[in-house]
């Protein structure tokens, strides 16, 4: 069990994940939570990344730093999206490792299990085939760091643990539409098309592919489980197992914005994956911990903030 006043380093403090963990550890009473904006410490550079750590000695790190987009990003920028997270987590992972941190949380995505995995998708399926073509940098920079824990787990008997949540959400996301994932793009076009009065509002793809959302918040809970348990592998998928449908997250989204026109689904836009639904059970039963926050609730909260925020741009 990591103590209230033990060092936490959570690298990405200002984005969606980090944000939450950072709200969620100073809600239990942690009080020795450090982070850095890219701006004060560029993770990309390995020199700079050592002399933080050397200096700054954390007991524990939550890697929640990534270059992170929607389709459309990850697919115009493969390089850019595999250069540079293999730049931060390598470098944050072998500070880890040479400055002797007690616990790591290295965090991924669903992206890095097979395109045509084995429904729902268990942590076996790891590099038992393809990845969708969308987003394969991405993922293959994520599977890399996961057999780093591993290989330091192994090796050195190190507690180093490889969180793989499925597509998440809420406050302090990027709502940028050329980089956005579906949630906050969803809620951003359709507020824009509420304000200017359009008549409808356009979605990639068929609508068909089914997907699992996760409340940002909800695996900041996880992750708090995970400084207080010592897990008994290295990989542990966290979701909340429940699907819906892009069409239905579409016209959900549009509901809670109040947006009154149509939605017009573009045929000629890629699907990504049909269906990718995560098997959690290993993590709930080590831990006891289950996805609190409802669709519908978390998505109501998220755009509350959006709009106190002002961020339509």
């Not at 931060?88 to 669903?110: P, R, T």
């Not at 969180?163 to 076009?189: E, F, Q, R, W």
């Amino acid at each position: 069990m990591i103590k209230k006043n033990s060092k936490i380093y959570i690298s990405g403090h200002n984005g969606l994940v980090g944000s939450s963990c950072l709200k969620v550890l100073k809600e239990e009473g942690y009080n020795n939570i450090i982070g850095k904006s890219s701006q004060e410490l560029d993770l990309t550079c390995h020199k700079r990344c050592n002399a933080f750590f050397k200096n700054e000695k954390p007991e524990v790190v939550i890697n929640a730093a990534a270059k992170v987009g929607g389709i459309l990003a990850n697919k115009e920028n493969q390089y850019e999206f595999l250069i540079k997270n293999l730049k931060i987590q390598n470098n944050i992972i072998e500070c880890a490792l040479k400055y002797d941190v007690k616990k790591f949380i290295f965090l991924g995505s669903s992206c890095v299990y097979p395109k045509k995995s084995k429904l729902p998708i268990k942590e076996t399926e790891l590099l038992k085939g393809d990845l969708e073509q969308t987003n394969r940098s991405y993922a293959l920079a994520k599977i890399t760091g996961i057999e780093l824990c591993k290989n330091i787990r192994d090796k050195y008997d190190k507690d180093f643990i490889s969180l793989m949540p499925c597509n998440l959400y809420g406050p302090n996301d990027n709502y940028d539409l050329t980089n956005s994932h579906v949630i906050p793009a969803l809620i951003s076009k359709f507020q824009f098309a509420k304000i200017k009065g359009k008549q409808s509002v356009e979605i990639w793809g068929s609508g068909k592919p089914l997907r699992e959302f996760m409340y940002a918040e909800d695996l900041a809970k996880a992750i708090l489980k995970t400084l207080n348990f010592k897990l008994k592998n290295s990989l542990y998928n966290v979701g909340t197992g429940k699907e819906i449908s892009i069409s239905d997250l579409a016209h959900l989204i549009k509901k809670i914005v109040g947006f009154k026109g149509k939605v017009v689904f573009n045929l000629k836009k890629p699907d990504g994956t049909f269906r990718k639904v995560m098997n959690s059970s290993k993590f709930i039963k080590e831990t006891g911990w289950n996805s609190e926050t409802k669709l519908k609730d978390g998505i109501s909260k998220t755009y509350k903030r959006f709009i106190k925020l002002k961020l339509i741009n």
